[in-house]
């Protein structure tokens, strides 16, 4: 009974920023990592960043480093992910994704999903 629930998606301008929330409830999530990947109609869906839930670290996608932040807040069991600098290029739906470790998230996906939240960055 693992619940992923993805939100604050919405329309934005190129440059500027969204705060995607991810609120996971129905097991521990203390030795799994949590994340985010994203997918355009009829592209492929592709990782963007990780952490693992218990240690913090983290890992990015080349094309979102220096410009999105994962973070998680341990009492609301949430994660976020601050994007800033927003691109067109960056438009998709956004899925919140966990697996047992962050290594396994980042090369092979994840088990659990949620439903997506849209992003939208145009001017």
């Known amino acids: 009974q693992v619940q992923l629930v993805e939100s604050g998606g919405g329309l934005v301008h190129p440059g500027g920023s969204l705060r995607l929330s991810c609120a996971a409830s129905g097991r521990s999530f203390g030795t799994y990592a949590i994340g985010w990947f994203r997918q355009a109609p009829g592209k492929e869906r592709k990782f963007v960043s990780v952490?693992?839930?218990?240690?913090?670290?983290?890992y990015y996608a080349d094309s979102v480093k220096g410009r999105f932040t994962i973070s998680r807040d341990y009492a609301k069991n949430t994660v976020y992910l601050q994007m800033n600098s927003l691109k067109p290029e960056d438009t998709a739906v956004y899925y919140c994704a966990a697996g047992p470790s962050l290594q396994l998230v980042i090369t092979k996906g994840a088990e659990y999903w949620g439903q997506g939240t849209q992003v939208t960055v145009s001017s």
């Open positions: 952490i693992s839930w218990s240690a913090g670290n983290t």
